[in-house]
């Protein structure tokens, strides 16, 4: 089996994802999914469905014996709430555990203010989010956050974050669950973009690695089905990679010369600044290229250069399957095209050769869908895991 989408082989997740993805629609269909007894199978359905995330009614197509009763995801289960926190805004939504994203809403909110007025702005939201669903018969499992900054793996805990003064250590996942008195998980942004991309669009890769480009720059990896946070929840963080082209410039995290000051957001609209350009924010920036005007395109087409010349390096090492471009500077084409080129001339030919170099297929509800997944994983109705089935030994 490919690396499992949601959950270890047979887990409550797993199951959920299955029937709601259409292939599984009934208990014997998960039975052959699975490979799992046809009694450990029926008993976790039968839990899920208890638990009020499955529905079974109905009879299907007969296969040569009963017909079987059909499985459905509940339309009023169990759903997370979820929020992609960047430096400057925030996307809120809801999550189901099939992966569809409802209520979903683009706010502005500054986090670098400090941790205090962002959880306060965040409980007014979530709270208003709870009340919705549970107006509509939806019941709230879970809350689950991407933080635009590395995050201690296990604990929640905001570390070392650039540019966010005062975030240091903060316990961000005890802090919301305490105060909305519900189960919450925090993690990295890029890294619940790689979630949200593999769970969703490509549950058959076992190694993915997801760039997220915008006004930082960041990625998250997926590797043997899994998402990889590394021993303290950097990795990934190719942002604070030394290049050559940024010479000494200073950069947020102390140091000098990294791949955030030529090739981010925020680094292209300096440098246009520096032209004589003015420009608000990145979709100034990107409706600019779309224009045509040569500036701000050869500035995107640039920094996809020096960010393909960090991921070539990746590409060369970690061997992934795909490289999938999100943000909102992968909307760009040339700096897509610039990133593809600079990976197809600069990694070996055996890393390269069946290697998808593309955009995110979940857009800007990546981050979303990682973090509500992640949330509802952690908090979905749990079996014993059962033994692997074990093969018949042949007659002597």
Known sequence: MAGTPLGEPGSAQHIVHLVSSGAA??????????????????????????????????????????????????AHGGVALAADLGSHHARLGVVDPGGTVTDAVDLPHDITAGPESAVDWLCGQADALVARQRAEGRTVRAFGVAFPGPVQPGTGRVLS????????????????AERLGIPVTVDNDATMMAVGEHRVARPELDHLVVVKAGRGIGSGVISAGRPHDGANGSAGDISHVRVDAAGDRPCSCGNIGCLETVASGAALIRELAGQGVEVADTTDLLRLVADGDPQATTLVRTAGRHIGTVLSVVVNFFNPQAVALGGVLATAEPLVAAVRGVLYERCLPLATADLEITTTVTGVDAGLLGAGLTALSHHLPTSPAAPAPQEESAPA
């Open 25 to 74: 629609t009934s208990r014997a269909d998960l039975v052959r999914e699975l490979g799992l007894a046809p009694s450990t199978v029926s008993l976790r359905v039968q839990e899920l469905v208890d638990a009020g995330l499955l529905t079974e009614s109905g009879e299907g197509a007969s296969r040569g014996g009963r017909r079987p009763r059909l499985l459905r995801v509940a």
């Open 161 to 176: 974050p650039s540019r966010m003064p005062g975030w240091h250590r903060y316990p961000l996942r005890d802090v919301l």
